[in-house]
Nanobody, 123 residues
Framework: QLQLVESGGGLVQPGGSLRLSCSAS????????IGWFRQAPGKEREGVSY????????NYTDSVKGRFTISRDNAQNTVYLQMNSLQPEDTAVYYC????????????????WGQGTQVTVSS
């Protein structure tokens, strides 16, 4: 069974940090580009960051540039999203997705999705 599992979400104060993990079972994550998306209540799913299969290429949406860092450890079959200087507007369910997207932040371009992990930024 092909499965992605996110972990690392939680409640954090503004200015705090979290590291999200995206692990795969049933397939080798190293063959895929990985995107992180988020969806806040009442809003559309938004692309946050992308990393190529090799890890050599990364992309970020403007609102997280300089605060979030995506990385991958293909030996561990895991992709990470380090989130620093978190703000209340970062509150959302965060999803990882695997695929070979032509449009990196288009959620329909991805083949496999995790169930999501909640990130809440609040004092």
């Amino acid at each position: 069974q092909l499965q992605l599992v996110e972990s690392g979400g939680g409640l954090v104060q503004p200015g705090g940090s979290l590291r999200l993990s995206c692990s795969a079972s049933g397939f080798t994550l190293a063959y895929y580009g990985i995107g992180w998306f988020r969806q806040a209540p009442g809003k559309e799913r938004e692309g946050v960051s992308y990393i190529s299969s090799s890890g050599r290429s990364t992309n970020y949406t403007d609102s997280v540039k300089g605060r979030f860092t995506i990385s991958r450890d293909n030996a561990q079959n895991t992709v990470y999203l380090q989130m620093n200087s978190l703000q209340p507007e970062d509150t959302a369910v965060y999803y990882c997705a695997a695929g070979w997207p032509r449009s990196l932040f288009e959620h329909r371009a991805y083949d496999y999705w995790g169930q999501g992990t909640q990130v809440t930024v609040s004092s």
